[in-house]
């Protein structure tokens, strides 16, 4: 089953906030130097920067599938085995470690000994309900 990335306005904006300004600014660079080796230099680095941008805003999503939770969001991506999940909290912004999330107040997903990964999926307690089918051992911290 595949679940989408919740979003927060904050993010969105600063998003795409950053896309316009890049793509005005190359345009009026354009406009004012024309084409020469600078433009190309500044359009190349705004496309890329962008194009990172959109890749993580409109492709994080988690899925699980064949016993095990899938992550991605953009170029970060990978799986965990949903039996190595010990815990999950809800409600909760992790500000540090792996993070392939778009909004804030999350889960915490703790997996063996010391690793965890916080994900944000639009429903969460569904995304709960499937892991617990797959291991009801998961401990639930709310």
């Known amino acids: 089953m595949k679940f989408k990335s919740r979003k ?15 793509l005005s600014y ?4 354009y ?20 194009s990172f941008f959109l890749w993580i805003w ?5 899925e699980i599938k064949d016993n095990y939770l899938h992550y991605k969001s ?8 949903i039996d190595r999940i010990k815990k999950i909290t809800t409600n909760k912004t992790m ?19 010391y690793s965890d990964i916080y994900i944000s999926p639009v429903t969460p307690w569904l995304f ?9 051992n998961i401990i639930i911290e709310k």
């Open 74 to 81: 953009g170029p970060i991506f990978g799986k965990i085995e």
């Open 128 to 136: 709960i309900e499937t892991l617990k089918k797959t291991n009801p």
């Open 31 to 50: 406009f004012q130097e024309g084409l020469n080796k600078e433009f190309f230099i500044f359009l190349s680095i705004s496309l890329i920067t962008v």
């Open 26 to 29: 190359s345009f009026i660079f």
């Open 95 to 113: 500000y540090v470690g792996l993070k392939p999330a778009l909004a804030t107040k999350g889960l915490i997903i703790n997996y063996d000994r």
């Open 8 to 22: 927060t306005l904050f993010l969105g904006l600063i998003i795409w906030i950053t896309t316009i300004l890049l």
């Open 58 to 62: 409109l492709d994080t999503y988690y």
